[in-house]
C-alpha cells in the first residue's frame, strides 16, 4: 500500500496520502455528503468493484486513494474503477475517476490527490466524464484533453411537466412570483410545445419499441454484431457489463431500458437514467446510452418519444440528453429540444500511448456518450 507524506504549504497541516479501502466508506461517504455530493449506499458503492467484471479480472487494483489528517481523519478522496473498452482489435483497460472531494481546509492537495490516479502505470485510456467547472483546470493539469466529439457543455432536453418544471425554474434563477408566476411560465411554455408536438411522433416501422427490466441474451447478441460492425473506440457493452452498470438503478425504478426488435432481435436500444438535482427540486431523466445496428440511428426518435411520454405519465419535470456524435444529435436536435448552458465540459481524456493518442484526436472514431466513464454509474 502506497503511503507518504506531503507538506505543501507551511499554513496547511500535513497529510498522507495512502490506497483507499472499502472499511474507509463512513469516512468518505461523510465527506462527500458535507459538500454537496449524493454518497451511494455501502452496498452501491462497494457495486462499483465487487461486481464489476473489469475488476474482478484484474489483480492489484486500487480502488482510490485517501489523504488523512494527523488525527487519521480522512479529509480527501478519489475513487478509480476499471472499464473494458476496445479500439477496434485491441482491447483497453480504461479508469473512470469518481467523486474527487477535499476538505476545504486542505483544497491545495488536491492536485497531488489527483495525481495518484493520473500516476498510474498500468491503463490504457483515463476517462472522466462528470468533470465540474473546478475540476477542469486540474484535468488540463495533468495533459487531459477534451473529447472532440459531442458537445458537453451543453445539453438539450425536453419539458415533461410544466407546471413542477416552471416552479423548479423559478426556484433556481431565485425568481419570486408564486404560483401565479409559475402558472403563466408553465403555460408559455405548453403553448410553445404544442407548435412542434408533432415531431416527436416518430414511429419505427415494422419494429416493435417496448421497455425491458433486464438484459437478457439479447444484448450479448446485439453486441457482438455492433462489435463487427466499427473499428472505433467503444466501451465493452456485454450483458454482464450493462447488468453491473445499471443493476442497481434498474432495481430501484431510477434507470429505464427501451428496446426496438425486429423479427432477427434488437436493432438498437436506449438507456435512460435518473439525474435529479435536490436542490431545485428538479426530477429529471437523462437518456444517457443509445446504440444502434448500421442503418438503424433514425430508431432513436421513437425510442426518444417512448421515454418523453413516459416521463410524462410518472410526472418527471423534464428529459435529457448530453453529448453523443454528429449522427445521433441531428436527430435530438430535429425533435425541437430546449437546450441549457452547462459551467464547464464535462468530457475529458487522456492516454500516455502515443499513437492512440493520434488515433483519437479523430472525431469519427468516438462514440461518446454518459455510459463512459462514471457518469451514469
Given at each position: ?19 483507499a479501502?472499502?472499511?474507509d ?16 449506499t455501502?452496498?452501491?458503492w ?5 461486481h464489476n467484471?473489469?475488476?474482478?479480472r ?10 488523512e489528517n494527523?488525527?487519521?481523519?480522512i479529509v ?8 473494458a ?15 474527487l472531494?477535499v ?5 491545495p492537495?488536491?492536485f497531488a ?10 491503463v490504457d ?5 462528470t468533470?465540474n ?10 495533459r487531459?484533453?477534451r473529447?472532440p ?6 445539453s438539450?432536453?425536453?419539458?415533461t411537466n ?22 403563466l411560465l408553465?403555460s408559455?411554455l ?5 407548435f ?7 414511429s ?9 427490466e433486464?438484459?437478457?441474451e439479447?444484448?450479448?447478441?446485439f ?10 473506440l ?7 457489463v ?7 438503478a ?5 434507470a429505464w431500458v427501451l428496446?426496438?426488435?425486429d ?12 439525474q435529479?438535482n435536490?436542490?431545485?427540486g ?7 446510452d ?8 433514425g430508431?432513436?426518435?421513437?425510442i ?12 418527471l ?6 453529448g ?5 444529435q441531428e436527430?435530438?436536435?430535429s ?8 459551467s464547464?465540459w464535462?468530457?475529458f481524456?487522456?492516454?500516455?500511448d502515443?499513437s492512440?493518442a493520434a ?6 472514431v ?10 451514469s454509474l
Open positions: 500500500m502506497m503511503e507518504n507524506r506531503v507538506l505543501i504549504a507551511s499554513k496547511i497541516a500535513p497529510v498522507r496520502f495512502r490506497e479501502t472499502f472499511e466508506y463512513p469516512q468518505i461517504a461523510t465527506l462527500e455528503s458535507r459538500y454537496g455530493l449524493q454518497p451511494k455501502y452496498d452501491e462497494t457495486h462499483l468493484w465487487l467484471p473489469t475488476y474482478r484484474l489483480s492489484d487494483w486500487p480502488i482510490g486513494w485517501v489523504c494527523e488525527e487519521d481523519e480527501g478522496c478519489v475513487g478509480n474503477v476499471p472499464l473498452y476496445e479500439f477496434g482489435n485491441r482491447a483497453l483497460i480504461a479508469a473512470t475517476s469518481r467523486a472531494v476538505d476545504a481546509r486542505y483544497r492537495y488536491a490527490l489527483l495525481g495518484h490516479f493520473f500516476n498510474q502505470t498500468n485510456l483515463f476517462l472522466n466524464t468533470v467547472a473546478r475540476a477542469s483546470t486540474l484535468q488540463q493539469a495533468f487531459a484533453t473529447v466529439a459531442g458537445t458537453w457543455d451543453r438539450a432536453f425536453w419539458i410544466y407546471p413542477a418544471f416552471a416552479s423548479s425554474l423559478l426556484v433556481r434563477k431565485e425568481l419570486r412570483g408564486g404560483a401565479l408566476l409559475s402558472y408553465s408559455g405548453l403553448l410553445k410545445d404544442t412542434s408536438r408533432k415531431r416527436l411522433r416518430a419505427g416501422k415494422g419494429v416493435e419499441i417496448e421497455f425491458c433486464h438484459f437478457d439479447r444484448f450479448d447478441v453486441w457482438q454484431r455492433v462489435r463487427k460492425s466499427t473499428d472505433g467503444r466501451g465493452t457493452r456485454s450483458g454482464a450493462l447488468d453491473w452498470h445499471f443493476k442497481d434498474l432495481a430501484t425504478g431510477r428496446t426496438a426488435s423479427g432477427t432481435g434488437l436493432s438498437a436500444y436506449g438507456i435512460f437514467r435518473r435529479d435536490p436542490e431545485f428538479l426530477n429529471r431523466i437523462r437518456l444517457v443509445f446504440q444502434a445496428l448500421d442503418g438503424h440511428v430508431l432513436l426518435k421513437p426518444l418519444f417512448g421515454a418523453i411520454e413516459r416521463a410524462r405519465r410518472e410526472g419535470h423534464m428529459l435529457e440528453a448530453l453523443f456524435c454528429a449522427g445521433k436527430i435530438i436536435e425533435l425541437s429540444p430546449y437546450y441549457r448552458e452547462l464547464s464535462r468530457y481524456y487522456r492516454t500516455n502515443e492512440l488515433s483519437l484526436k479523430d472525431p469519427e468516438w462514440d461518446a456518450t454518459c455510459f463512459d466513464g462514471d457518469a
